[in-house]
């Protein structure tokens, strides 16, 4: 897959100063981990990649680079259940799009089956985990409270022996799913619950996408994460703060085998972002019934979602940078996101003229036969970008919310009676609207041109109080143009424990306008170029429903920066 995307050099990328570089920094000076930093990306392939695994990758990569370490890919797969090869490769898509590679270092868990096992095998010969019978409901009441010790299982003391006959027999498959389990032999009266003999392996005879039928059991999560880890000599191993509990154990289960390295466990906070759901389950559950279209979905915030949306890594990159890393969950507004992809836009997309919602107007005083090609310029923030001509004609569209026949206080555009610009073109003035006569509907709209004001200025120096964007009715083409809004209604979409998250969902988070007319010069447009439509946003042109000769643009952003807006209200 080829990834065009990724001008920028990667070699210089940086993660913002944290706490986490302040431990890599003293353990570098101390010769640690013998001044070797080596980290992970440890996705489950259950599901597409998210926003916030995009920070989890920018961190873990970005420790990496920065600190002239190594970093892994480690499909975290001991979970049958849910997991595919089509995710696991999905996954590698994303992140290679985000820029980033793990070279040769492709691992899976799955590949430790063997190894996790014989390191269970000892674990049962240190005495340290037993086989257990008790249910999972018995587990649970047999765990306790937080306030009250747990009960230890009935079965907690059986004979090293025992133990490992039984433990061959649940490998073999002689036992039937959830009958028997192996436990680690910790502290059932421990303040920490994850203490209390947590689940070291159970029984669930399910076919696994890389290992088949081989397996009738698989191990934990905890279990499995520290010893792949150690296997893989990581040095730091960044997770998210609700896994701030586990470090007990993933500890634990390190010290009590005869393991070579000792990676070091960190928390980090999880990224949420407002206006949209952020876990897999609930991501999937939108993808499954159909609430949204497929994984790539535009409104989604799986990276696929918001690459087909038009983002671009480096966006996504500079808000993972500006969100920070931090010890304490918050949740984001997702107009920081957008604000990151307009800002990188502003600077690089070429500008055009496209009507969403087209109103003719003619120029009456504008002669009948006459094409004229005026200078538009490309992209007033970039030089180099140069200019473009645009062709003007007697009949042109302009946008229907452009124009008002009885204008409120505050509508400064078009009117009957009033002059306003033509971007790069001339002053125009309305001298008559026509109308349906059965609808009542405004269908065209006869205006007069001041040819003196060629350019956008009057020799008389009048001034006009807006400045409207327009395209030649003879000489543009129609596309499709997608606009977004957020996924849900509400900042919280799980806040509301009465209602599920689904209730909130958006009805008008994606409208489909057709027959758009667009300038000229976007005939010339290819798959996944992005353009600023002036007034209305920047677009991406869809590489999967675009056709040669009718393109499918989405709205990646509008213009209209409401992160400025939030950062003067809190600077005030
Ligand atoms: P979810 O919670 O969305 O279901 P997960 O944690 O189960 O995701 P994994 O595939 O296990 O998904 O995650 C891979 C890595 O990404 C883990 O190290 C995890 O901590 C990290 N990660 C997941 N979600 C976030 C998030 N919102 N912010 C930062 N890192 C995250
Ligand atoms: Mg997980």
Same mark, same amino acid.
């Given at each position: 897959?080829?990834?065009?995307?990724?001008?920028?050099?990667?070699?210089?990328?940086?993660?913002?100063?944290?706490?986490?570089?302040?431990?890599?920094?003293?353990?570098?000076?101390?010769?640690?981990?013998?001044?070797?930093?080596?980290?992970?990306?440890?996705?489950?392939?259950?599901?597409?990649?998210?926003?916030?695994?995009?920070?989890?990758?920018?961190?873990?990569?970005?420790?990496?680079?920065?600190?002239?370490?190594?970093?892994?890919?480690?499909?975290?797969?001991?979970?049958?259940?849910?997991?595919?090869?089509?995710?696991?490769?999905?996954?590698?898509?994303?992140?290679?799009?985000?820029?980033?590679?793990?070279?040769?270092?492709?691992?899976?868990?799955?590949?430790?089956?063997?190894?996790?096992?014989?390191?269970?095998?000892?674990?049962?010969?240190?005495?340290?985990?037993?086989?257990?019978?008790?249910?999972?409901?018995?587990?649970?009441?047999?765990?306790?409270?937080?306030?009250?010790?747990?009960?230890?299982?009935?079965?907690?003391?059986?004979?090293?022996?025992?133990?490992?006959?039984?433990?061959?027999?649940?490998?073999?498959?002689?036992?039937?799913?959830?009958?028997?389990?192996?436990?680690?032999?910790?502290?059932?009266?421990?303040?920490?619950?994850?203490?209390?003999?947590?689940?070291?392996?159970?029984?669930?005879?399910?076919?696994?996408?890389?290992?088949?039928?081989?397996?009738?059991?698989?191990?934990?999560?905890?279990?499995?994460?520290?010893?792949?880890?150690?296997?893989?000599?990581?040095?730091?191993?960044?997770?998210?703060?609700?896994?701030?509990?586990?470090?007990?154990?993933?500890?634990?289960?390190?010290?009590?085998?005869?393991?070579?390295?000792?990676?070091?466990?960190?928390?980090?906070?999880?990224?949420?972002?407002?206006? %949209?759901?952020? =876990?897999? &389950? *609930?991501?999937?559950?939108? /993808?499954?019934?159909?609430?949204? @279209?497929?994984?790539? #979905?535009?409104?989604?915030?799986?990276?696929?979602?918001?690459?087909?949306?038009?983002? %671009?890594?480096? =966006?996504? &990159? *500079?808000?993972?940078?500006? /969100?920070?890393?931090?010890?304490? @969950?918050?949740?984001? #507004?997702?107009?920081?996101?957008?604000?990151?992809?307009?800002?990188?836009?502003?600077? %690089?997309?070429?500008?055009?003229?496209?009507?969403?919602?087209?109103?003719?107007?003619?120029?009456?005083?504008?002669?009948?036969?006459?094409?004229?090609?005026?200078?538009?310029?490309?992209?007033?923030?970039?030089?180099?970008?140069?200019?473009?001509?645009?062709?003007?004609?007697?009949?042109?569209?302009?946008?229907?919310?452009?124009?008002?026949?009885?204008?409120?206080?505050?509508?400064?555009?078009?009117?009957?009676?009033?002059?306003?610009?033509?971007?790069?073109?001339?002053?125009?003035?309305?001298?008559?609207?026509?109308?349906?006569?059965?609808?009542?509907?405004?269908?065209?709209?006869?205006?007069?041109?001041?040819?003196?004001?060629?350019?956008?200025?009057?020799?008389?120096?009048?001034?006009?109080?807006?400045?409207?964007?327009?395209?030649?009715?003879?000489?543009?083409?129609?596309?499709?143009?997608?606009?977004?809004?957020?996924?849900?209604?509400?900042?919280?979409?799980?806040?509301?424990?009465?209602?599920?998250?689904?209730?909130?969902?958006?009805?008008?988070?994606?409208?489909?306008?057709?027959?758009?007319?667009?300038?000229?010069?976007?005939?010339?447009?290819?798959?996944?170029?992005?353009?600023?439509?002036?007034?209305?946003?920047?677009?991406?042109?869809?590489?999967?429903?675009?056709?040669?000769?009718?393109?499918?643009?989405?709205?990646?952003?509008?213009?209209?920066?409401?992160?400025?807006?939030?950062?003067?209200?809190?600077?005030?």
């Amino acid at each position: 897959m080829e990834h065009k995307d990724n001008k920028y050099n990667m070699n210089s990328y940086k993660t913002p100063p944290s706490f986490i570089k302040d431990i890599i920094e003293e353990d570098l000076k101390n010769n640690k981990n013998e001044g070797r930093v080596h980290t992970r990306f440890p996705p489950e392939p259950n599901g597409c990649l998210h926003i916030g695994h995009a920070k989890s990758i920018c961190l873990n990569f970005g420790f990496a680079k920065e600190y002239n370490g190594l970093c892994n890919l480690r499909f975290d797969d001991t979970n049958p259940e849910t997991e595919s090869a089509e995710f696991a490769q999905f996954i590698q898509d994303d992140i290679r799009w985000l820029g980033f590679d793990w070279e040769e270092r492709l691992f899976y868990a799955s590949d430790y089956f063997v190894k996790f096992y014989e390191y269970a095998e000892t674990l049962i010969q240190l005495g340290k985990a037993y086989v257990c019978e008790l249910t999972e409901e018995e587990i649970r009441q047999y765990r306790g409270t937080v306030k009250q010790a747990g009960i230890e299982s009935p079965y907690r003391n059986r004979s090293c022996e025992e133990n490992l006959i039984l433990f061959r027999k649940m490998k073999a498959g002689e036992f039937p799913n959830a009958s028997y389990t192996l436990r680690a032999k910790i502290d059932m009266a421990s303040p920490n619950m994850k203490m209390r003999d947590p689940l070291i392996y159970r029984i669930r005879k399910k076919r696994h996408y890389r290992t088949g039928d081989k397996w009738n059991i698989y191990p934990m999560y905890d279990y499995a994460h520290c010893l792949s880890d150690s296997i893989e000599g990581i040095t730091h191993s960044l997770c998210t703060l609700e896994f701030d509990n586990n470090r007990a154990l993933y500890n634990w289960f390190l010290d009590q085998l005869p393991v070579k390295q000792l990676p070091q466990q960190i928390e980090f906070a999880r990224l949420n972002l407002t206006h %949209t759901v952020m =876990s897999k &389950r *609930k991501l999937t559950l939108l /993808v499954n019934e159909k609430a949204v @279209d497929g994984w790539d #979905d535009p409104r989604l915030p799986t990276i696929a979602g918001l690459r087909r949306r038009g983002y %671009t890594p480096s =966006s996504i &990159r *500079k808000f993972v940078e500006k /969100v920070g890393i931090a010890k304490s @969950d918050s949740t984001v #507004d997702i107009a920081l996101l957008e604000h990151c992809v307009r800002d990188e836009l502003n600077a %690089t997309a070429q500008r055009v003229m496209a009507v969403l919602k087209p109103l003719k107007i003619t120029i009456t005083n504008y002669p009948d036969n006459k094409d004229e090609y005026l200078t538009a310029i490309n992209n007033p923030e970039d030089k180099n970008a140069g200019s473009r001509m645009i062709p003007f004609s007697r009949e042109l569209y302009i946008e229907q919310d452009d124009f008002m026949e009885t204008p409120s206080k505050k509508f400064f555009r078009l009117a009957p009676g009033r002059e306003v610009r033509l971007r790069y073109a001339y002053f125009i003035k309305c001298e008559e609207v026509i109308k349906d006569e059965s609808t009542g509907e405004i269908i065209e709209l006869l205006c007069t041109y001041d040819h003196q004001t060629k350019g956008g200025s009057a020799p008389d120096n009048r001034k006009v109080k807006a400045t409207l964007h327009w395209v030649s009715a003879k000489h543009c083409y129609n596309g499709t143009v997608r606009l977004y809004d957020h996924l849900f209604k509400t900042p919280d979409p799980v806040a509301d424990e009465q209602n599920d998250f689904r209730t909130q969902l958006n009805k008008e988070s994606l409208v489909t306008l057709q027959n758009c007319k667009l300038e000229p010069s976007l005939k010339q447009s290819t798959p996944c170029q992005r353009f600023q439509f002036e007034r209305l946003g920047y677009f991406f042109v869809d590489p999967q429903d675009s056709k040669p000769d009718s393109p499918m643009f989405n709205r990646i952003v509008t213009l209209k920066d409401t992160w400025a807006k939030i950062l003067k209200k809190t600077s005030k």
